[in-house]
DNA sequence: GCTTAGTTACTCGGATAAAAAGTGTCCGAGTCAGAAAGG
DNA sequence: CCTTTCTGACTCGGACACTTTTTATCCGAGTAACTAAGC
C-alpha cells in the first residue's frame, strides 16, 4: 500500500484543527511532518479529485475539507490514494485450464476469488466503518493539547 | 497484491487432487493453465520455503504437499508468496512533526496506524480462518467432477 | 475617496524523471533413475 | 541372476534481464490579492 495513504490520514486531520475558513497550502502541511512538498500536494490532488478536499489556486490558495470529518471514512482516504480496485485481483487462470470456458466470468464463479474477496470484504468494512471523526474524537481523548499545539505551529509558521 | 498467490493457491489445489505419493513438477503444474513455467517454479519455491510443499530434485522430482489440506490455511500461503509484513505500514511521521519524540514507536500509539491495523487484522483473521480443505470442499460440492478431471487430465500429459 | 485596470507573486496541476518492486527468463548444481558391466 | 558402478537426463534453485508501478521533482497555467493610476 501506497506510503502516501498515512500522509493523507494525517493531513486530513491536521486540516480539521486548524480549520479557520482559511485554505492550507501544501507546502505548509508537508513541513509539518517534513515530507516532500510536491509528492504531498500530489496526494492531495488525489483527495480533491475525490471530492475529499477543495482546493483553491493563486494567493491564499490551498486546500481545505469538502465536507465534516464524519462525512469522511477512512475508507474513502484510501480509496482516493490507492484506487477502487482490488488488492487481489482474479486474472481468471481457470479459464486457460481444462474445462475453462471464455464465456464465464471466474471472478464471480472460482471459489478461490470468493473466498479472498470475502476477507477483502472485512477490511473495506472495518475501514468504512470508522470516519475520520471518530479518529479525531480518539487523538483528543488520549492527547489533549494536540487541537492547540497543531493550531500553533501552523500559525507561527514562517516563511 | 502479487498475481504468484492466484497460482500458488490453485496450484496447491491441484496438488491435492493428484496426490498418489508422486511428486508434480513445476512444468506440468504450470501447463495446467498455461502460465510461465520458471515463474510458477519461483512461487513454488517460495511455498517450500514456507513449509507449505516440499520439493524433490533430479527425475521423478518436483512438489508435493507438505501437510494435509486442512493443515493449510489461506493466510499461510498468501504470507509465503508476499511476505509478512504489513501492507500498511506505518512510517511514523509523527516523529518528525513538532512534539514528536525518537524514543516513542507511534506503529503502536499512532491512532491512525492503530486503526489501519484493526482492519488489516480482520482481513488477517478472515484468511486465517479458511483452510485449504474448506476451499476443496466447496469447490468439489459444486463441481463434482473437478477431482476426476483434473487426475486424468495429469496423467494424461504428454511430454 | 472610490473605482478600475495592471502587475505581481502565489498556488495548484499535470508533465517529466528516477527509483523500486514485480514479472519473466536462463543456466548451473545436485540428484535420482536406469543402463551397463562384472561377479 | 544379482550386485555394483557409471552414465546421463531431469529437476529445483538461484542469478540475471525486462516491464510496470511507485516515488519524487520540476515548470507552466491560472488566479486572486495588491498597487497605482484615473475619475
Not at 500500500?1 to 486531520?13: D, K, P
Not at 475529499?52 to 475508507?75: E, H, N, V, W, Y
Request: some cysteine; aromatic content about 8%; proline content about 4%.
Amino acid at each position: 500500500m501506497s506510503e502516501g495513504v498515512e500522509w493523507a490520514l494525517h493531513s486530513c486531520l491536521n486540516l480539521s484543527w486548524i480549520e479557520t475558513g482559511e485554505a492550507m497550502t501544501a507546502a505548509k502541511l508537508a513541513a509539518f511532518y517534513s515530507l516532500p512538498t510536491a509528492y504531498l500536494n500530489k496526494q492531495l490532488q488525489s483527495l480533491a479529485k475525490a471530492g475529499i478536499l477543495t482546493s483553491t489556486s493563486g494567493p491564499r490558495g490551498g486546500f481545505r475539507l469538502a465536507r465534516p470529518l464524519d462525512k469522511i471514512t477512512l475508507m474513502d482516504v484510501v480509496t482516493a490514494i490507492e484506487g477502487a480496485e482490488e488488492a487481489f485481483r482474479c486474472e481468471q487462470i481457470l479459464r486457460e485450464g481444462p474445462g475453462g470456458s471464455p464465456h464465464v466470468d471466474y471472478r464471480e464463479s472460482c471459489v478461490i476469488a470468493q473466498a479472498m474477496r470475502r476477507a477483502e470484504l472485512a477490511w473495506r468494512h472495518e475501514l468504512a466503518g470508522q470516519t475520520l471523526a471518530d479518529i479525531r474524537k480518539t487523538v483528543e481523548g488520549r492527547f489533549p493539547g494536540t487541537p492547540d499545539n497543531t493550531r500553533s505551529w501552523f500559525a507561527n509558521l514562517r516563511t
